[in-house]
């Protein structure tokens, strides 16, 4: 199989950066697109509360984006990215149905007790919300611990 378009969510933590260096590998292997997108959940949904880097950041996403994007294209990787708001599995299954993408990569963050929570209630949810393949990285318990 071949992946033109890879859409990559980013939630601003360590974790959802873990993907990045596996990505470079797959871009390159499958000369593909990248967008990587970031929703900031809208305050009735469930989604994630902000991490700690975005907090530090000022909560400025659209600066920790460009900066992600530039460290890729640094690196040769064709990349755009993109913000949006809401529920954070919704959009990301209707940003990659939109904008045609062939995978979907994320990391889940792995942590609690129960298997849908260990996967991620947002990747367990793309995953059973869509048709799009996605791929699932699951980062060290170094970095899920920080």
Same mark, same amino acid.
């Given at each position: ?10 939630? *601003? ?44 950041? *000022? ?26 708001? *809401? ?16 995978? !979907?990569?994320?990391?889940?963050? *792995? ?15 793309? !995953?059973?919300s869509n048709q799009i393949p996605v791929m699932l990285v699951r980062p060290p318990i ?5």
């Amino acid at each position: 199989m071949r992946y033109e378009k890879i859409l990559v969510p980013l939630d *601003g933590s360590r974790q959802a950066e873990y993907i990045l260096p596996q990505l470079e590998a797959m871009v390159k292997a499958f000369d593909a697109d990248v967008t990587l997108l970031h929703v900031v959940a809208d305050k009735h949904t469930n989604g994630p509360e902000p991490t700690r880097s975005q907090k530090d950041a *000022g909560t400025d996403i659209t600066g920790y984006m460009e900066h992600i994007a530039e460290a890729l294209r640094g690196k040769k990787v064709r990349c755009e990215w993109q913000l949006t708001h *809401g529920d954070p599995a919704e959009e990301i299954a209707k940003f990659a149905a939109t904008d045609m993408a062939d995978l !979907i990569i994320m990391t889940t963050h *792995g942590q609690g007790t129960t298997k849908k929570v260990r996967t991620g209630s947002v990747a367990m949810e793309i !995953i059973s919300s869509n048709q799009i393949p996605v791929m699932l990285v699951r980062p060290p318990i170094s970095i899920l611990d920080r």
